[in-house]
């Protein structure tokens, strides 16, 4: 009696459980403006809407005194699984005589990025970020190499921390 | 309805038009094309509406918008996809077995062809009025399966075979469920005449008579001539993400148009057989109360008041069953694509498990309680 | 000739030469679907005759169950684009001879048979009502008893089988 009780409830649970699917896909097609998330792509250019974590192409931020945060650690190049970074740096001297390495160029592979947002997670003083954008498509593949930081940009200076005084 | 016009009235009136000038063997010949043609034509533009509504409602479904570039919201995109087949090249693979490889999609389209000839579109319409009506559909639809077994096996290449085997192995299991539940109404209407079936539900359907087993039955056959169909979740005969396509992983151009075209054909005679034996074939909505009330809206849809019309334009009325069935069939055809973009694939052994443990017992208890139900003179 | 004896003989030839090509084929899945192409035929005959019933239960039992079982095992034991073997002069012969003699006995047997009209009998129209009745009937001429029996024996074969495929569980085992 208890297995035949059993049975008899597996079926009837199995039953409101589609339903309850069946009910969702019955709303989603009822309400189409509500529901409907694709767009229609080429008619919509000129008011598109891509959603902002969309990842499309990585950047490396520029404030308005065109100064980035790279330091050129190189940490997002080994965290790239397609090798599609290539941090160049570069050696100057300071005014107080030390050597330093800044950087150079920014090299970014396009066409042999994923999209997968590692270099993202590793970069220590979060100087890049994937912005949204599409249509990155086109003739020529070695347009497709681009140096990320602008020319003239150096590195932001760290403001000053006053050492602790140690008491 | 005396004085409207029928359905026999106008084959009469055709035939003794026919008979008046030619001799009756070439009547007969006639005849027998012209229905034949009929009855395919007017599947083929189903079939053409149903892979429309297919695309819309799967988009619309999955938060999409379906096709809308060829022409006004898409409606010309199958006629666009017809073509694209038509100028492909229908391959066939070295090592495949030639004459089978190229009979197999055309076996199974004249199979699902077949189940057409005892379905009644209408009073007095029926192609083949006989007293064998749903048994004959089951026994074609059972024949269904050997094309997909064809392909499966000359295509030579082992997604292939293993697709057709998986059908082989649902198609026959699902049958015994299908037929137990039509067996359900052939007990309550007492024949296996599709028109006898749908006439004997001019007082309400089946499925709203409040019949319990009849609603089990109507949610059996419904599952089980889904899985018959091969359509999703049970289609496990081309699963796509382990076995490429099934059975028609090597056809190309026309020919896998066929296959296609056969799916949406076997879903059609489905809902068909449904709609006949549940949902009250050209039936119209008859309310099964006994208040006035009920009676005016009974009378309105029998479409009494028709009857003073002059007799031009209650020719009207001949569309009256046609636009019922329609309906009816798309209706089914709606559940069908619903379930279809809601459920995800079973596996074959919860298929198989479905079937056995769950439908075949229900149904076999479904049908003891009608017996007994129509033993005790309960049923009305 | 009327319409129905050409038709008659059209599904005949159709019925003889799929059963010989399921003998001479010697691709075995050409063989099978000869052969289910055969039964059609055949259940195409019993349409001409009006026994429907008998005709769609021709295409559910042969074409829909047993040749269907007889693809499957085809398809558990066989590779595809495969011929079988030849076979040897003399196995040829000796079935050769075996077929034309029961060829021979049958047709003999049927030349001997006078069909006599029976007379005062009155036809019983063969539709699926009086099946059924007939089937289920214990009066004289019923045949409650063969089907009853026939019952027994799938019972039993469902039983057997269902003995032979069953998983032992763990403690039956040990
Ligand atoms: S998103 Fe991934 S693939 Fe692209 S550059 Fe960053 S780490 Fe490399
Ligand atoms: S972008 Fe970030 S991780 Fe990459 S080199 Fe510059 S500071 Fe290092």
């Keep these: 009696m208890k297995a035949l009780y059993n049975y008899l409830k597996e079926v009837a649970f199995a039953f409101v459980s589609l339903a309850n699917g069946l009910l969702l896909t019955l709303k989603y097609f009822v309400t189409p403006w509500k529901s409907i998330i694709t767009e229609n792509y080429p008619d919509n250019r000129d008011h598109p809407s891509v959603a902002d974590e969309f990842a499309g192409e990585v950047i490396l931020i520029h404030d308005e005194n065109n100064e980035h945060k790279c330091t050129a650690c190189t940490l997002c190049q080994m965290a790239c699984p397609n090798n599609s970074i290539q941090i160049i740096s570069k050696q100057v001297e300071t005014e107080d005589g030390k050597k330093k390495k800044v950087l150079d160029q920014w090299v970014y592979h396009l066409e042999m990025c994923t999209f997968c947002k590692q270099c993202i997670d590793a970069c220590p003083q979060d100087a890049i970020k994937m912005i949204n954008s599409y249509e990155l498509s086109c003739f020529d593949r070695s347009t497709l190499t681009k140096v990320l930081n602008r020319p003239g940009s150096k590195l932001k200076e760290k403001a000053k921390v006053t050492p602790k005084v140690q008491e | 309805m005396i004085s409207m016009i029928q359905f026999s009235d106008v084959t009469t009136w055709i035939h003794q038009l026919l008979s008046s000038c030619m001799a009756p063997w070439l009547v007969f010949l006639i005849e027998l094309v012209v229905a034949a043609v009929a009855a395919v034509v007017a599947l083929l533009v189903c079939v053409i509406i149903m892979v429309y509504m297919e695309r819309k409602v799967a988009g619309h479904m999955q938060l999409r918008h379906g096709p809308n570039r060829v022409g006004w919201h898409g409606l010309c995109q199958l006629f666009a996809d017809i073509i694209k087949l038509l100028l492909k090249e229908s391959f066939t693979p070295t090592r495949a077995d030639k004459l089978l490889f190229t009979v197999a999609p055309v076996l199974s389209l004249c199979v699902s062809l077949l189940a057409l000839a005892p379905i009644s579109w209408g009073p007095g319409l029926v192609l083949w009025n006989t007293n064998i009506g749903v048994l004959f559909v089951t026994a074609i639809s059972s024949m269904g399966v050997i094309g997909i077994l064809m392909a499966g096996w000359s295509s030579n290449n082992k997604y292939a075979l293993l697709g057709a085997m998986r059908s082989g192995a649902q198609i026959v299991s699902y049958e015994l469920s299908a037929g137990l539940s039509i067996v359900t109404i052939v007990a309550l209407a007492g024949t296996l005449n599709t028109g006898g079936i749908i006439e004997s539900q001019a007082n309400g359907w089946w499925v709203l008579k409040g019949h319990l087993p009849a609603i089990f039955a109507f949610i059996i056959y419904i599952i089980a001539s889904t899985a018959e169909c091969n359509r999703a979740p049970f289609d496990l005969a081309e699963a796509e993400s382990e076995l490429t396509a099934g059975y028609h992983t090597e056809y190309s151009g026309m020919q896998f148009g066929i296959f296609y075209l056969n799916e949406y054909i076997n879903m059609g005679v489905v809902a068909m057989i449904a709609s006949t034996l549940f949902l009250g074939g050209w039936q119209p909505f008859y309310l099964p109360f006994d208040f006035p009330l009920a009676h005016a809206f009974n009378d309105i849809m029998a479409l009494k008041f028709m009857e003073t019309w002059p007799a031009w334009i209650s020719w009207v009325s001949l569309a009256w069953p046609l636009v019922w069935f329609f309906g009816k069939l798309f209706l089914i055809i709606f559940f069908m694509m619903w379930f279809r973009w809601t459920f995800p694939r079973l596996r074959i052994d919860q298929l198989l498990k479905l079937e056995w443990k769950y439908l075949l017992p229900l149904s076999i208890v479904n049908l003891v309680i009608v017996a007994l139900f129509i033993v005790l003179g309960l049923h009305f | ?174």
Aim: cysteine-free; glycine content about 8%.
């Design chain 3, 1 to 174: 000739m009327s319409a129905s004896t050409i038709i008659f003989y059209i599904l005949a030839t159709l019925v003889v030469v799929f059963g010989a090509l399921t003998v001479f084929s010697r691709k075995i899945f050409r063989a099978a679907i000869s052969l289910l192409l055969s039964l059609t035929f055949i259940a195409g005959i019993y349409f001409l005759w009006n026994v429907d019933f008998i005709g769609a239960l021709q295409i559910i039992i042969y074409v829909g169950g047993i040749v269907v079982l007889i693809i499957f095992s085809i398809f558990l034991t066989h590779h595809s684009g495969q011929s079988l073997p030849k076979a040897k002069t003399g196995k040829k012969l000796l079935s050769g001879i075996m077929a034309v003699a029961g060829l021979g006995f049958t047709t003999w047997v049927v030349s001997q048979y006078v069909f006599k009209p029976a007379p005062g009998v009155v036809p019983v129209e063969p539709s699926v009502h009086n099946i059924g009745i007939q089937m289920l009937s214990y009066s004289d001429y019923g045949y409650v008893f063969p089907f009853e029996v026939i019952n027994i024996l799938l019972l039993a074969a469902l039983v057997g089988a269902i003995v032979i495929a069953i998983k032992k569980s763990q403690d039956t085992e040990e």
